[in-house]
């Protein structure tokens, strides 16, 4: 009896279709119109707004030849790199270690201060950053009030800036994640560790991070996704300046499409790095795969 | 052999290990300050600039000149309607969504919930330019509504995938035992089930409020009239028209934009809520 069962197999998964209209209609929709648009010439305003021709790869073949994608590649890389993989993760591991050692105040303030940058609205921490490495701002009058030359951080080094920001920015998730992570972490094994003579560093790479591994794959994965993404702190520091310095792969299609008005070459960077989420998103849930017994 | 040996070494070396730790912890934790310190001090000093200083004559202007409605309460009551809009939106949908993903067993479900987390994975920012064009195409431009469903749908992945995980730890023993006495799938629901995740469904409503409310980029493209940004959009009217910036009036405006997620950040986080929503978000 197939049917009476498939009727109430369909009548019980009901509920399940406002979320999948929802999800079809603006999160689908938009990733598959991105790429057909990107086949297209289609413009923000004039006679391409309305009737946008098909042109085929002609968008890719322009983003191969355009010097400013292999840079905005890079730049993302970069930005990904050193701010998420090393910035992010690293000192938040670093907090979450010393954390358990300090005394519970400390360790209480410091994590609030952490997880306030993090809470506040992206607009706000981003005027914020920018204020702070502007060039009468917050890190020079440090610097010069110890003596040591000032830089205008937003020109001469914007990627270091944006890096740095985007650590203070981030850095509470990896720090929340490993917290929780390392709570979970039998305190045997350390213990043993210590009565066989391993010191501290030892104990650490030895015990600690191979039982937390599963913790620390999931947050690379996770940091590297979201800081992939990044646009408002960017666009408010930099707008991507001086001369592409600084435009990562959101900011470059942003520009395209909207400062440029060239939709069908802004969704052509889009779909790039619509598809480089999707292997990094691939490549996740495999991982969650492989940690499920 | 006693436990004592294994307990004195963690004894002797908790003392000289927290004066370091202690150390170095506040010295990063002085890093994570220092910019929000520009906001505080720079709100109230109605001569602020880029640089941090104590005010000469600390003073409440900003925070006076920053109370009117154009401001300040249009754009706050924007924010709420597209946060709470957006929160009621997406908890409705995934609680409705859940509940068969948690309590029948089909083939459908894990496909589904890993292409659900394949979603959480999507840069938003990346889908942003083709959403315009799809706004455009469907003259939803500017329109509040609208808005309220995109950011429902970025936020829907990760909603259903934490009120699963916490519908999945209410016993069916409990909802068995309402149908016992009569009560219908929808009515066990809502009497039982919901009332027993409270907390869980709290977390949820105050995350997705929380990245709604905080969202710049999807209300900076979606919505062009000044009528319906809200004040992560707004602010932007602090950067006059010949580039004179009112500092101190931005600061003040961030501050009484912030508090509100500061706040239920607060409210969530005393509840454990931080292990709560991780538990809930990152374990499957």
């Not at chain 1, 000032?150 to 080094?157: K, S």
């Not at chain 2, 220092?34 to 109230?44: C, F, R």
């Not at chain 2, 500017?142 to 469903?149: F, G, H, K, R």
């Not at chain 2, 929380?210 to 319906?228: D, M, R, Y």
Request: proline share 7%; charged share 10%; net charge positive.
């Amino acid at each position: 009896m197939p049917a009476p069962h498939h009727g109430r197999q369909f009548a019980r998964y009901l509920p399940v279709l406002p979320a999948v209209v929802l999800l079809a209609v603006f999160l689908a929709g938009p990733v598959l119109w991105a790429f057909q648009a990107s086949l297209t010439n289609a413009g923000l305003t004039g006679r391409h707004a309305r009737n946008p021709e098909w042109v085929g790869l002609e968008n890719y073949q322009r983003l191969l030849q355009d010097p400013v994608f292999p840079l905005s590649l890079a730049l993302t890389v970069l930005f990904v790199g050193g701010s998420a993989i090393l910035g992010q993760n690293v000192l938040g591991l670093a907090l979450a270690v010393l954390m358990r050692r300090a005394r519970p105040a400390v360790s209480a303030a410091v994590g609030t201060a952490v997880v306030s940058a993090w809470v506040l609205p992206e607009i706000v921490a981003a005027f914020a950053a920018y204020a702070f490495f502007s060039n009468d701002g917050t890190l020079n009058q440090l610097l010069g009030g110890v003596g040591l030359a000032e830089v205008d951080w937003l020109y001469a080094m914007p990627m270091l800036a944006l890096i740095l920001a985007n650590v203070w920015r981030g850095t509470a998730f990896s720090m929340l994640v490993y917290r929780a992570a390392l709570g979970g972490v039998p305190a045997e094994l350390t213990e043993a560790a210590h009565m066989d003579g391993a010191g501290a560093w030892q104990r650490l790479v030895f015990i600690t991070l191979p039982v937390i591994r599963g913790s620390i794959a999931t947050n690379l994965m996770l940091i590297t996704l979201q800081t992939l993404a990044v646009f408002t702190l960017i666009w408010v520091m930099t707008a991507g300046g001086p001369a592409n310095g600084s435009s990562t792969l959101p900011v470059m299609a942003y520009q395209e499409a909207f400062k440029f008005g060239d939709i069908g070459y802004g969704t052509a960077v889009a779909s790039v790095l619509i598809l480089i989420g999707a292997v990094f998103g691939a490549a996740y849930l495999r991982l969650l795969r492989e940690q499920k017994p | 052999m006693t436990p004592a040996p294994a307990v004195r070494p963690r004894q002797s070396r908790r003392p000289q290990g927290s004066a370091v730790a202690d150390a170095v912890l506040l010295l990063i934790g002085a890093c994570f300050v220092l910019p929000l310190l520009w906001l505080v001090l720079g709100s109230l000093d109605p001569a602020a600039g880029h640089g941090t200083k104590l005010p000469q004559q600390p003073a409440l202007d900003n925070f006076a000149a920053v109370l009117t409605p154009e401001l300040l309460f249009r754009p706050l009551v924007n924010s709420v309607l597209l946060s709470v809009g957006t929160g009621a939106v997406t908890l409705a949908a995934a609680v409705l969504a859940a509940y068969p993903l948690s309590r029948y067993r089909s083939r459908f479900n894990t496909p589904f919930l890993y292409g659900i987390l394949f979603g959480t994975c999507l840069p938003v920012t990346a889908i942003m330019v083709p959403v315009y064009g799809l706004f455009v195409q469907l003259q939803l431009l500017d329109s509040l509504p609208a808005t309220v469903l995109f950011l429902s749908a970025t936020s829907l992945p990760m909603a259903i995938w934490m009120t699963r995980n916490f519908m999945d730890a209410v016993p069916l023993a409990v909802e068995e035992a309402a149908w016992v006495d009569g009560a219908s799938r929808l009515a066990a629901l809502r009497s039982i089930v919901l009332p027993l995740m409270g907390p869980g469904l709290g977390v949820v409503f105050i995350f997705v409020f929380i990245q709604a409310w905080g969202n710049f980029f999807v209300p900076f493209v979606l919505l062009l009239s000044e009528a319906n940004q809200p004040a992560a959009v707004s602010i932007f009217s602090f950067f006059g028209q010949n580039g004179a910036v009112a500092y101190g009036q931005l600061a003040a405006f961030s501050i009484l934009y912030s508090l509100p997620v500061l706040a239920l950040y607060v409210i969530v986080a005393r509840g454990s809520g931080n292990s709560l929503a991780l538990s809930g978000a990152v374990r499957g």
